[in-house]
């Protein structure tokens, strides 16, 4: 089992900045490929960015590309996903997730991440 607590939530007016970590325990965090999604009200929840087992690859939606920067200390067994320039349309419940598959391949699908945290609300007020 793998137990994910996502922070750093908050109100953020337009143009903020906010840093949200989330911390895991459990299954060796070595193995996971970690990714962030987002849920806004109403909507599917999407990709966001995602990291390799080492951190040394990234990948990210197009909507945050430049914005956003997701890194991870596998010392501390965290993951954080820096977020700039905010817009009203990055108003969402943001999760993280771990993937444990044999690739290592960083996947932007919801349904490939086995384990999630319980979220922590953005919003962003223009």
């Known amino acids: 089992q793998v137990q994910l607590v996502e922070s750093g939530g908050g109100l953020v007016q337009t143009g903020g900045s906010l840093r949200l970590s989330c911390a895991a325990s459990?299954?060796?965090?070595?193995?996971?490929?970690m990714g962030w999604f987002r849920q806004g009200p109403g909507k599917e929840r999407t990709f966001v960015a995602g990291i390799s087992r080492s951190g040394d690859t990234t990948r990210y939606a197009d909507s945050v590309k430049g914005r956003f920067t997701v890194s991870r200390d596998n010392a501390k067994n965290t993951v954080s996903l820096q977020m700039n320039s905010l817009e009203s349309g990055d108003t969402a419940v943001y999760y993280c997730a771990a993937d444990y598959n044999a690739l290592g391949a960083i996947l932007a699908t919801a349904g490939h991440y086995a384990y999630w945290g319980q979220g922590t609300q953005v919003t962003v007020s223009s």
């Open positions: 459990g299954r060796a965090f070595t193995s996971a490929v």
